[in-house]
């Protein structure tokens, strides 16, 4: 089954523990991309990779951390969460770029204590 | 930098009604525009797209959009909803002559809420 699978799906941790979400996908997709969800803010973009070792800021950058050393992965680090990183996570991977369809993963709810 | 705004919040509406989303764009050259729909506790799924050519967009489930570039605006459209189409509607933006084709800016989101 195509798919965009994210780990873990729920997570709760502290102020400075540095954490990693991974995203993979079996499409053989060029395109990913990270996006945040707040209430009353729609998503948001933090990152995105048209390729393999080739990442891009997107629109909320500031304390995240992205790699992609192979196609299906695309790992969000945060190296010291705060608390206004609480939020629910959306990894995406789409053929080429945003003018493809792009195929969200199930999310993961983040609480930083 | 290119913006969205979604003009509505909240819509509640009765089965069978006709419903428009709203979505304005700040301007730009060139565009690509989109509508996705997050179904409760899921993640987002592609309703339509506008990349080029026709200005009005014919989607999944029924819904349709134009897109209207004098007054920089996308609205979403559907003659007749069901119960099923509860969800929250987001539209997006990619500004791919100034920006890169990896960027997309989604507006705040509007909450359909369709009774019997």
């Known amino acids: 089954e195509a798919q965009v699978t994210q780990n873990p799906r729920y997570l709760i941790t502290v102020t400075g523990k540095k954490l990693t979400v991974t995203c993979s996908q079996n499409m053989n997709h060029e395109y990913m991309s990270w996006y945040r969800q707040d209430p009353g803010l729609g998503l948001r973009q933090i990152y995105y990779?048209?390729?393999?070792?080739?990442?891009d800021k997107g629109d909320v950058p500031e304390g995240y951390k992205v790699s992609r050393k192979e196609k299906r992965n695309f790992p969000l680090i945060l190296e010291s969460p705060s608390p206004n990183q609480t939020s629910l996570y959306f990894c995406?991977?789409?053929?080429?770029?945003?003018?493809?369809?792009?195929?969200f993963g199930p999310g993961t709810r983040l609480t930083v204590l | 930098a290119q913006s969205v705004t979604q003009l509505d919040s909240q819509v509640p509406v009765f089965e069978e009604a006709p419903v428009e989303l709203r979505c304005n764009y700040s301007?730009?050259?060139?565009?690509?525009l989109f509508w996705y729909v997050q179904y409760p506790n899921q993640g987002l799924q592609l309703l339509l797209k506008y990349l080029s050519g026709s200005t009005l967009v014919k989607g999944i489930n029924g819904f349709e959009a134009e897109f209207n570039k004098s007054q920089t605006s996308f609205h979403l459209r559907k003659p007749s909803v069901h119960i099923s189409d509860t969800a929250e509607y987001f539209c997006a933006v990619s500004d791919f002559y100034g920006g890169s084709q990896g960027n997309l800016i989604f507006g705040k989101g509007t909450k359909l809420s369709v009774k019997p």
């Open positions: 990779s048209m390729n393999v070792e080739v990442t």
């Open positions: 301007s730009s050259v060139s565009v690509y």
């Open positions: 995406a991977s789409s053929y080429s770029g945003v003018r493809d369809e792009q195929f």
